[in-house]
Every structure is written in structure tokens, then in C-alpha cells.
């Protein structure tokens, strides 16, 4: 098994930039999350899906959106990329309701 | 709100020296703790976890953790540590309430160890 796969792990975007962050495992797991990861803040949850077709907000969702068409991939998408969206993200995936979180490799993102 | 608190935000240690980082949780029901590592440019991995049952925990590399339910805290443990243990160390939380789906981490804590 792959794991939790990220791409890209590294991308420099200019502020209003569009772009999507790609998530996929290949676990058969039915929860993803995304996550964002800043210094001194630990990790704050933007978005998750409980299953194909089911997405819910998390902690900071503003300025993104997912959707889950299959089980497999969870994509998160910067509609209109901001310099405060500079950051390290990870998406994890879960296999039942209170277990463990499997982590991607990251994608460092910055926006100028 | 639900929070979880991890009051070292650096520690740096010797090699061979006994390590305890704390973690406490703002959450009265029932709760699922997780100890995440993340080793310098890498994704974080489960170091421990727990569920129920013994509240004392044995996860990878030699640690250990402690759930003391009456103070809502669950620190992490390691008698001896090694200039590999080097890393940014997590707790983290999972409420049991039924139909939420939510992780809430602490802000994690810098181990520097010195060899």
C-alpha cells in the first residue's frame, strides 16, 4: 500500500492564484481530513468527509473547498489564494469512526 | 470549547535523560488520545494510542503514556531518550460523540535532544 499520497509537496502561488491540492489512499478508508499546520499553532482542521459524497467544515474552512466523489480521493481547492493561507498541509485518512489518523507527506505551500 | 493543551513548547534534553511531556484536555465525556511524532521534514506518525482499558499505554521506540481520567491529562513518558528522538510531538484528542468526526490537536512540543 501507498499510503496517504500528497501532490505537489512543494507550491508557490501569487495572492489570487486558484489551485488544488490533491489527497488520495489507498486503504479503502472512509474518513479524510484536511489539515493545516503552523508554527506554535499544532494542527488546525479546514475540512473532512465521513464518505464518498459527504464533506463537512472543520475549525478553519474559509477561503477552501473539497468534495469526495470517490473513496479513494479528497481533493482541497484555494478558490482565491491569500498570503495568510502560507502553510504546510496534510491531508489523513481514517479507517472506521475512532481510530487512528494515517498522515500524508505534506504539501508546503506559499502564497506571495 | 474543546481544547488540549501541551504547556512544554520546547524542551531540550541530554541523551540518556528521562523525558515527560504533558498533555491535558478540555472534554468531559469519553475520549480516544492519540501521541503523534514528527520527525524533521517528515508527515507525523502514530507513536501510541488509547481507547479504554489499562491506562497506561506502551507505543513504539519505547514510549509510553499515561491517561489519568480525573485530570484530563495524558503525558507522555520515555525513560532514556536518544538524539533520534529528536522531533515535534503532538497529543491528540477524539471525542466519542456520536456523529462527530473531529481530531482536536495540541500545538505540539519541539524535543531537542543533545548528544
Redesign the interface.
Known sequence: NAGVTQTPKFQVLKTGQSMTLQCAQDMNHEYMSWYRQDPGMGLRLIHYSVGAGITDQGEVPNGYNVSRSTTEDFPLRLLSAAPSQTSVYFCASTRGTYNEQFFGPGTRLTVL | AQS?S?HN?HVILSEAASLELGCNYSYGGTV?L?W?VQYPG?????LL?Y?SGDPLVKGIKGFEAEFIKSKFSFNLRKPSVQWSDTAEY?C?V?P?TSGT???I????TRLKVLA
Open positions: 488540549v501541551q513548547h480516544n492519540f503523534y517528515q508527515h507525523l506518525q502514530l494510542k481507547f503532538f491528540a477524539r466519542t468526526y473531529k481530531y490537536f495540541g500545538t505540539g
